[in-house]
């Protein structure tokens, strides 16, 4: 069957996204054309309400409230899925799919979710599904992983995912505003939601971590095995013992592999990042993520992460590599084979257990301010042999109570999870300990 020389497109969804897509390529449409040798035909967008005011102006007859008029069109091959979620997203995907056609997406959610169902229809109807622009915006991370670095195995994936969570931890560190304020400014420059609830929380990040180590490791980590914490009780002092010891508070995503053993960790939290890592100097909205391979070293790629055309930018790449599988003039996106070897690989990967996961720790506490009341903690840190390395005491407003931070020297995760089940014991901690993991780049 020859390959079609004019491709059709369509769009379903006209936001941020939907609408940066089809402007750019209607900008650059004679040049793509050129250079890919075919037609390109904007073909329709689906859309819910077609009276809403929007930026980019499309003929009427571009517009549809039917998203199946755009996936069953025979002369549309490749659908941009962007309207978000995961229900009715699924739904037009996989119908997409069955049909043997290209679907470009965004959506984390709907690929970390769903993924095995989505590469299922992949593989029995031959068609592709393109993601680029689900993780890290216009960071060309996926194809970074799946073809310019497909000679290494990673021990260690890391990065800043979230650039809302960035923007507000850079203006509470380098400005000194409290979380309350930076989130107030966050969502009033348009970076944070109304809800904030999925980026402050890590719920965005994790999605982007699930589908990085799948891309490596071939392996969906499961959520009831994936630390997820968010940003919101970070304060004074945590930003001040980071400025005091030479770190930057940072929202990660940390991907870690054991190739002797055979395990692989997932976690997005906060963390305390070194001044000379370069994660450590990505800052306000923009993204960086650091691959370490047994061939390449450690390679780190850093830009805009997040914004209607960094994410448009990713969305337009897939299109073109879509154009250029469909044509014939190249191999792109994930076969069959590739999601069969990725499944296999998958299969032979288990979870780390809290006793393999080791970094140091930071920890803040609210004691009461009486004699010995130190004592008393040291001696919980000494009887499950966790050394500590740093401590601040700083005085609290309130009479009766003062606040210590201190660091410890690397340590499992149950240790420390052991430390923090008897210091919430004690009457003396007046709070909810709070913990923050210290990113060690040389680890």
């Given amino acids: 069957m020859s390959a079609p020389r004019t491709i ?11 609408q940066g897509v089809w402007k750019h390529l209607t900008d650059k449409k004679a040049d793509l054309e050129s250079r890919l040798g075919v037609k390109i035909d904007l ?42 979620g995961t229900t009715k997203a699924k739904e037009f995907t996989l119908r997409a799919l069955n049909q043997g056609k290209v679907v470009v997406s965004a959506n984390k959610a709907l690929l970390c979710g769903h993924g095995p169902e989505i590469f299922k229809a992949v593989r029995k109807h031959g068609g592709q599904f393109l993601f680029e622009a689900s993780v890290a915006g216009g960071i060309p991370i996926i194809k970074a992983i799946r073809e310019g670095l497909a000679a290494n195995r990673f021990e260690l994936i890391v990065g800043i995912l979230n650039g809302t969570c960035n923007h507000i931890l850079t203006r509470m560190g380098e400005d000194g505003l409290s979380f309350a304020d930076a989130l107030k400014e966050a969502q009033e420059l348009g970076y944070a939601e109304a809800d904030p609830t999925l980026d402050v929380d890590g719920i965005d990040a994790w999605h982007k971590a699930s589908i990085l180590a799948w891309l490596a490791h071939g392996k969906w980590a499961p959520a009831n095995r994936t630390l997820v914490e968010g940003i919101r009780n970070i304060g004074p002092a945590d930003i001040d013992f980071a400025r005091r010891f030479g770190f930057a508070l940072k929202h990660l995503a940390v991907i870690q592999r054991n190739f002797e053993k055979n395990w692989m960790t997932v976690g997005v ?17 923009n993204n960086g993520i650091t691959l370490r391979g047994d061939v390449v070293g450690a390679t780190t790629l850093a830009g805009r992460g997040a914004g209607g055309d960094a994410t448009a930018s990713a969305v337009i790449g897939d299109i073109v590599d879509a154009i250029a599988a469909l044509t014939g ?40 301010d009486k004699a ?15 050394s500590i390395a740093r401590v601040i005491q700083y005085e609290h407003p309130n009479k009766g109570r003062g606040t210590v931070t201190l660091s410890t020297y690397p340590v499992s995760e149950r240790k420390m999870d052991a430390v923090l089940k008897e210091l919430r014991r004690l009457k003396t901690v007046l709070e909810e300990p709070f913990l923050l993991r210290i990113f060690n780049p040389e680890s």
């Fill in 372 to 386: 010995g009341v130190s004592e008393g903690v040291y001696k919980i840190f000494s009887k499950h042999k966790v």
């Fill in 43 to 84: 073909r329709k967008v689906a859309l819910r309400d077609p009276k809403k005011s929007r930026a980019i102006k499309i003929s009427k007859s571009k517009i549809t409230k039917n998203a199946y008029e755009v996936i069953d069109d025979p002369n549309v091959h490749v659908v941009c899925e962007l309207i978000g």
């Fill in 329 to 368: 003039n190249s191999k792109q996106g994930l076969s069959g084979d590739d999601l069969v070897a990725r499944e296999k690989q998958g299969l032979e990967v288990r979870m780390g257990d809290l006793d393999e996961i080791i970094s140091p720790f930071y920890l803040r506490l609210s004691l009461l």
């Fill in 8 to 18: 059709g497109i369509g769009i379903l969804g006209f936001g941020t996204v939907g």
């Fill in 269 to 285: 939290y906060p963390a305390l990042v070194p001044n000379r890592d370069i994660l450590a100097r990505v800052s306000g909205v």
